[in-house]
């Protein structure tokens, strides 16, 4: 009863505030949805002020339509565009109703604008304010002055200007140092920091900027946080199923079918196809799968790397069902709806879906690579730098991936940490079945995700156009994980058997436990079934899985970061530019969309981004300067669609260039200057008998891709060159590269290629004392590694002789494939080869691979 008086004082003091204050809240919450209310009847009340503020500017290039631009080209004519933040008060007085803005540069008054407020149903929240273009280098300071009646706010913003060609700066500097130090962070981090100096004007700017901005925001993009996700949950499955010996289990199954280079590229190129419906899973999965019966086979990491990569996004990129349907569609609606909403009776279809099926005949550049591939892999035969990688493998007999597999951080060789225990049965079925859930699981939850409850008269390309894919790819591998774990706990290992749902084994270890609690203690030596992997194998295994990628995802990063540098120095715009301008013969757009594509996803390192800035771009300019014509509109939508594959597959900067490099085991960039040939000889016979005669009439689509067809076979089997032959010739480009340059270690290396032809053994060390300048460094590999086998494998080649002896006299009569005979089989595999194969360096020059890219 005391405190009720003071009580009522405090809160007749505090509720007028709290009212007031959330009424002020209230009102200011309700603004911006009342505004429209508010001043529907301006005409009306011709009596209001106004005090509009200028929240920010931001810059659009008049030719490319690019908004957002963070640095002008010198000439280039851009448009500012004025943010609004109107305050929260009207006062009552006379107004003109008339909303000016006035474009500054440098202090002058360059354009103006007006908007007459009694015409406009609602106060704007932006306002174009004119176009301007600078002619000088150097910081400029760009104004935007908003006035009406009385009130008048301005802001200000300082912009960096340069010549349109000086945007290939970065990608130069990350050209040239990826090929002289061969580390690509590095390289991306310079490219990255020049590019932020260039838009910032200054080195500390530049410094902070690539930090808090294009770094941050590379790691802060949804997009990018689900594909490391789902990078990481995929490595850590593959890190259980090693750990369960399925790795080595299945390499062992298929042994006796994958017993050559060329069986391995096929089985290899067959998970490609398979996996067909994202690119992602197809790169991580058909990597991580065949690596292994590669190394086998003699395969080399490279072409490895280049079935898995070259496979992904273009049957990916084509197929009606995959999770790039919704992402094309989608581009391909928004400019057919410009088309009509700009034209009384369009000559195309309306349909999203109808235009990209359309398109499928017109992408040569991913059909003509699912053509080459296979005539490649038939042929056994290659070219360029790809052949120097193969011919490696073949003259020394090596099972270890070769001198492109990828290294640890500290340059070391990739060492596992996660092998499975030596009493650990290695089957098959511990790979397959986890993988093939895997696969069941992402392909569910695409048509999970894409069905819309509202639409019961959904098709099946309708629900795959809706899918989510990375939500798919994310909650698919964790479930993948999880059921691969669920299903190593039901199987218990035992004198290399492996015995399913051991029942009365958990009931006896059960009796056991209880009997050590009473202190009944159990006779030595006595053995018992353990589970295949216990729940803290399995945690631990998935972490080291997850670990040995830690340097690929930041590669990854850097890759993006780039990417979103290239674009905010103009790269695009400069590309974009040379598309729009005037002159050009309309039969040609379907070529230069593709060029241009080219050039774009290489420089940026993405496809999507590539095809988000092209078809805005590109797709209406071409539906009006071919007057309609609906093979021009097609083919140029399908030349942005396969310019962005192909630019994307040559590109060091591409997530699923790195993707594919990091799912093979395959240093990045030996694996970019292997592939990049192969996509360059597609790109140009796509342009060639493809997007050329097709864009000019002179060739019926059908005939181009069949002409397609015969040129990839021609380029497989013509021009190229067996690993091994008779003469130890090369393909006919390396041949010319050595008559002009005399490339003594390439000359070498032929003269071996010949003499392991001839007498049909690999490369052997030679005697001592001896050197050739070719096998002398091999025997101080041999040696390095042959000591460190010594030191380091004694005991298990001591199990695996133990096992061996064991399952011969096993009931069960099975091939030996534990850990212990395999890991054995393997060392005495790779016994003739070292870590790494320094042969260029002995011998003084560089790898053909850098002089052939830098030539």
């Known amino acids: 009863m005391i405190l009720s008086p003071l009580l009522a004082g405090l809160m007749a003091t505090l509720l007028p505030q709290t009212f007031a204050r959330k009424s002020l809240l209230g009102h200011d919450h309700l603004a911006a949805h009342h505004r429209h209310a508010e001043f529907r009847n301006l005409q009306d009340t011709n009596t209001t002020g106004y005090h509009p503020e200028v929240a920010g500017i931001s810059l659009m290039d008049v030719d ?135 838009i910032t004007g200054s080195l500390t700017a530049g410094f902070r900027t690539m930090l808090d901005t294009y770094l941050l925001e590379a790691l802060a993009s949804e997009d990018h946080a689900f594909v490391m996700l789902f990078i990481l949950f995929m490595s850590g499955l593959v890190g259980i199923i090693e750990k369960s010996g399925g790795l080595l289990g299945i390499t062992e199954a298929l042994r006796g079918f994958v017993k050559t280079p060329r069986s391995a590229q096929l089985a290899a190129f067959g998970a490609g196809c398979v996996i067909f419906f994202d690119d992602y899973s197809n790169c991580l999965i058909a990597g991580n799968s065949m690596r292994p019966l590669a190394d086998l086979a003699g395969l080399s990491r490279e072409k490895l790397a280049f079935i898995v990569d070259a496979t992904a996004a273009p049957i990916a990129s084509i197929t009606p069902v995959s999770a790039w349907v919704g992402f094309e569609i989608d581009l391909i609606q928004q400019e057919l709806n410009r088309i009509y909403t700009l034209y009384d009776e369009p000559t195309v279809s309306d349909s999203g879906f109808g235009v990209f099926l359309q398109t499928i005949p017109y992408r040569y550049y991913c059909i003509f690579m699912l053509f080459f591939m296979p005539s490649v892999i038939l042929s056994g035969r290659d070219s360029g730098p790809m052949l120097v990688s193969e011919r490696l493998m073949r003259v020394y007999g090596r099972t270890d991936g070769g ?123 006595a053995t018992h079934p353990k589970i295949l992997i216990r729940y803290d194998e399995a945690l631990a295994s998935f972490m080291i899985g997850m670990e040995k990628i830690f340097a690929s995802l930041c590669v990854l990063i850097l890759a993006w970061a780039s990417g979103q540098i290239m674009q905010a120095i103009g790269l695009n715009r400069l590309f974009g530019s040379i598309i729009t301008s005037p002159g050009l013969d309309y039969r040609m757009l379907p070529t230069i969309s593709f060029c241009i594509s080219i050039l774009i996803a290489f420089a940026t390192g993405t496809s999507w981004g590539t095809m988000t800035i092209m078809f805005p771009l590109i797709v209406v300019p071409s539906y009006e300067a071919s007057q309609g014509d609906p093979n021009i509109v097609y083919g140029v939508i399908a030349g942005i669609l396969a310019g962005a594959v192909a630019g994307d597959h040559a590109s060091p900067i591409s997530d699923t260039t790195i993707l594919g490099a990091m799912a093979s085991e395959c240093k990045l960039l030996n694996h970019v200057k292997t592939q990049a040939p192969y996509a360059f000889y597609v790109a140009v016979w796509s342009v060639l008998v493809g997007t050329l005669p097709s864009g000019m009439g002179k060739m019926s689509n059908s005939i181009c891709i069949l002409l397609g067809f015969l040129a990839m076979v021609f380029m497989a089997f013509v021009p190229a060159a067996a690993p091994l032959n008779k003469t130890g010739r090369f393909d006919v480009f390396t041949e010319l590269y050595i008559l002009i340059t005399k490339d003594a270690y390439l000359l070498k290396l032929k003269e071996k290629a010949k003499e392991v032809f001839e007498t049909g053994q690999t490369l052997i060390p030679p005697k001592e004392g001896e050197d050739d300048g070719v096998t002398k460094i091999t025997n101080e590999m041999t040696k390095h ?71």
């Open 64 to 198: 490319t339509k690019i908004p957002d631009i963070v640095a002008i080209h010198n000439g280039a004519a851009f448009e500012v565009v004025a943010s609004l933040l109107w305050a929260e008060e009207v006062f009552i007085g006379d107004s003109s109703n008339v909303l000016t803005c006035e474009l500054s540069v440098d202090g002058t008054v360059v354009d103006s604008t007006s908007v007459d407020l009694v015409e406009s149903r609602a106060l704007p929240d932006v306002m174009e304010c004119g176009t301007a273009t600078v002619t000088t280098s150097g910081t400029h300071a760009i104004q935007a002055t908003v006035k009406v009646n009385e009130s008048e706010s301005s802001y200000s913003d300082d912009y960096q200007s340069f010549k349109a060609g000086t945007s290939f700066i970065p990608l130069i500097v990350i050209l040239i140092l990826a090929a002289t130090t061969q580390m690509v962070e590095l390289s991306l981090g310079t490219g990255i920091f020049i590019g932020c100096c260039m």
């Open 403 to 525: 001198s492109g597999r990828a290294l640890a951080v500290d340059g070391g060789v990739l060492v596992s940490h996660n092998e499975p225990a030596p009493d650990t049965p290695c089957r098959w079925w511990n790979m397959a079945f986890p993988i093939t859930m895997l696969v069941i699981y992402i392909f569910y939850l695409l048509v999970y995700t894409g069905k819309d409850p509202e639409n019961p008269d959904q098709t099946f390309l309708d629900i795959m156009e809706g899918s989510d894919s990375y939500a798919a790819l994310l909650w698919g591998t964790m479930a993948g994980a999880l059921t691969a774990t669920a299903f190593f706990f039901i199987q218990d290992k035992y004198e290399g058997r492996i015995i399913w749902f051991n029942i009365k084994g958990y009931f006896n270890k059960a009796k056991r436990t209880w009997n050590a609690l009473r202190g009944n203690e159990e006779e030595e030596g």
């Open 785 to 855: 590694l042959m000591d460190d086998s010594a030191a380091g494998d004694n005991n298990l080649n001591d199990e695996a002789n133990t096992s061996d002896d064991a399952n011969a006299a096993d009931e069960e009569e099975v091939p030996d494939t534990t850990s212990a005979a395999l890991h054995e089989s393997t060392i005495s595999a790779i016994s003739e080869v070292g870590p790494e194969d320094p042969l260029p360096e002995e011998l003084g020059q560089k790898p053909f691979g850098e002089s052939v890219m830098s030539a």
